[in-house]
C-alpha cells in the first residue's frame, strides 16, 4: 500500500521524535511490504522564523492533499521565547487551532492506557492500578461551549458574561458515529457522558447517540453523568473503553485520564475528520527544557503513528506490531528518563536510553 504522510516535526523536542517515528513506520514498511512517501511542513515557531507566520497557505495544502499527518509539538518556553512577544494570532498555537480548522478536524482520540511495567507511575491506589485500564477518550472538538457566542455586558451597573452551548444533531451524529466505528476496533463498549439530567443539549446528544448506536448492535451502550465519570475514572478505571463526549467534558476527563496513567511521555492521540484522514500527534507539548538532548520519550509519536495506521489506513495488524513492540521494550526494562522509576532499588532493575536508541529498540522488535 502507497502511503502518503505529511509529517510536522515542529518545534522542540518535534524533530527528534517525529525522525523516530518515522524510523518505526519504515521498519513497519520494509516488514510488511508497504511505500511510505513523507512530505514535511514547517509549522508552529519554526514556520514563524522561516515565513513570519505560525502556518503558510503552502503547508496546509500540502496537509490536505496527503492522506494524514504526523506532527511532533509545536510551541516554544512561553516566558523567554520571542514567539511569544508576537500578537496571539501569529504565536505557534495559532498554527495548530488553523490546521485543525482547514482540515475539519472535529473528533479527538486520546487514549489512556496504563502499562503494567509502568503502574508503579500511576498515582491510584495500588488496588485499583494493578488491574491495569485501556480506554480511549473521543471528544467532540469543534462545537459546544468554546464555539458558542460570548459577551460580557453591563446590567444595572452590574457585570454579566454570557457563554453559550449549542449542538445541533448533525455536529452530535458525526462524531457518534466516529465513536461507534472506534469501538468496533476495540472491545465494543461506549460510555457516553453527557449532563442529560440538566442541560438541554447533553438530553439532545443521548437522544441522537442511541439513534446511532441502532446501526451498531455489536457495540454496549452505557450513558454516564459527568460528575460520576470524573469520579469513576479514579475509582474504577478499567471499567471504560470507549468514553464518547463534548468539547467541554472531553477537555477535561481526556486530562484526567492522562494524569491516570502518569506517564506524559507515553500518550498518543489523534483528531479526525470525518473521512479517514486525521492528524496523529504525541499530548505532551514540545518540551522546550529538555529539547536537543537527545533524552526526549519517542513512544508517544510511535504510538501516534501506530493509530495512524489503524484508523486512517485500517492497517489494523500493522499497528498491533508496533504496539506489541513497545510492550516488549518496556517489559525487556528499557527507560527514557521520564518513565525510570522514582525508588533507588526499582530503578536498579532497568536500563536509561535516549531518544534514538528507545526508536532503535523498537524498531528491533518489528
Ligand atoms: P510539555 O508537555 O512540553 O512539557 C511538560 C513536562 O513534561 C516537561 O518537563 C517536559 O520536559 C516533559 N515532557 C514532555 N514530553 C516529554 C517527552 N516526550 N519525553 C520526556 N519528557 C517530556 O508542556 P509545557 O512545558 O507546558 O509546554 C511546552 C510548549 O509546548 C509550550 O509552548 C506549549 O504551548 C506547547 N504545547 C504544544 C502542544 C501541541 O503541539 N499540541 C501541546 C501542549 C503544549
Redesign the pocket.
Known amino acids: 500500500m502507497e502511503l502518503n504522510i505529511t509529517c510536522i516535526p ?1 518545534d ?2 518535534g524533530p527528534e ?1 517525529v525522525a523516530e517515528a518515522k524510523k518505526v513506520l519504515d521498519a513497519v514498511a520494509v516488514k510488511y511490504g508497504h511505500n511510505m512517501k513523507y512530505t514535511d511542513i514547517l509549522m508552529g515557531g519554526a514556520s514563524i522564523d522561516a515565513y513570519g507566520v505560525p502556518l503558510t497557505d503552502e503547508a496546509i495544502e500540502t496537509a490536505k492533499s496527503a492522506d494524514a499527518v504526523l506532527m511532533g ?6 516566558t523567554t521565547s520571542p514567539w511569544y512577544k508576537l500578537p496571539p494570532n501569529l504565536r ?2 495559532a498554527g ?1 487551532l488553523g490546521i485543525r480548522k482547514a482540515l475539519n478536524l472535529f473528533a479527538n482520540l486520546r487514549p489512556a492506557l496504563l502499562y503494567e511495567e509502568l503502574a508503579g507511575a500511576c498515582p491510584l491506589k495500588e488496588e485499583i492500578s494493578a488491574s491495569g485500564f485501556d480506554m480511549m477518550i473521543m471528544r467532540e472538538l469543534t462545537g459546544g461551549l468554546y464555539f458558542g457566542e460570548r459577551k460580557t455586558v453591563e446590567e444595572n451597573g452590574v457585570l454579566k458574561a454570557i457563554d453559550t452551548l449549542t449542538y445541533d444533531e448533525n455536529e452530535i451524529r458525526r462524531i457518534a458515529i466516529k465513536g461507534f466505528d472506534i469501538a468496533m476496533k476495540r472491545r465494543k463498549k461506549v460510555t457516553s457522558v453527557d449532563k442529560a439530567n440538566v442541560l438541554d443539549s447533553s438530553r439532545l446528544w443521548r437522544k441522537i447517540v442511541e439513534e446511532v448506536a441502532k446501526d451498531y448492535p455489536e457495540v454496549t451502550l452505557e450513558h454516564m453523568l459527568v460528575d460520576n465519570c470524573a469520579m469513576q475514572l479514579v475509582k474504577d478505571p478499567k471499567q471504560f473503553d470507549v468514553i464518547l463526549t463534548e468539547n467541554m467534558f472531553g477537555d477535561i476527563l481526556s486530562d484526567e485520564a492522562s494524569m491516570v496513567t502518569g506517564s ?2 507515553m500518550l498518543a492521540s489523534a483528531s479526525l475528520n470525518d473521512t479517514k484522514f486525521g492528524l496523529y ?2 499530548s ?7 529539547a536537543g538532548k537527545g ?3 519517542p513512544i ?1 509519536t510511535i504510538l501516534s503513528a501506530a493509530m495512524m495506521l489503524r484508523y486512517s489506513f485500517d492497517l489494523d495488524r500493522e499497528a498491533d506490531a508496533i504496539e506489541a513492540a513497545v510492550k516488549k521494550v518496556l517489559k525487556d526494562g528499557w527507560r ?3 518513565i525510570m522509576p522514582q525508588e533507588e532499588d526499582e530503578r536498579a532493575k532497568v536500563k536509561q536510553v535516549g531518544t534514538v536508541q528507545m526508536g532503535d529498540l523498537i524498531c528491533g522488535q518489528i
Do not use: M
Open positions: 515542529g522542540g523536542i521524535i509539538s509545536i510551541g516554544g518556553d512561553t505557534p498555537e495548530l506524559i511521555g500527534e504525541p505532551h507539548g514540545s518540551a522546550p527544557d529538555i533524552i526526549a520519550n508517544a527514557t528518563v521520564d
